[in-house]
């Protein structure tokens, strides 16, 4: 044990237990959202628009550093903490993100290397 990690294999730590009782489960789910939304990035810089659902998009977008910042009906609009990065609006659809607005959000994580 070393500084509340377990080492499971030589260089793979595991956080165990800390004083607040939090599980690694938590530093687990984090890493398989991380590990997921990397891959949502992959897919959508590879141009691949179509059967996107919602949450996956909406998922992307805060992966990226947008925040929600406000909806209104159906829009879901986000923001970037860095000013130069345009907001962005995610409509939901029958559970699906739209192919239009994906494509701007693949536009703007190219332009500002997010």
Not at 4 to 29: H, K, R, Y
């Amino acid at each position: 044990m070393l500084d509340g990690f377990l080492v499971a294999e030589p260089g793979a730590a595991i956080p165990t237990l800390d004083n607040n009782g939090l599980l690694a489960q938590n530093f687990m789910q984090e890493s398989q959202r991380n590990m997921k939304a990397d891959k949502l990035k992959a897919k959508l810089l590879r141009g691949n628009l179509a059967n996107w659902s919602f949450a996956n998009a909406c998922l992307l977008a805060r992966h990226c550093g947008w925040q929600l910042s406000r909806t209104g009906g159906s829009h879901h609009i986000f923001t970037h903490p860095h000013q130069e990065v345009p907001s962005l609006n995610l409509q939901e659809k029958q559970g699906q993100a739209k192919p239009y607005q994906l494509r701007q959000m693949k536009e703007t994580i190219e332009a500002h290397n997010l």
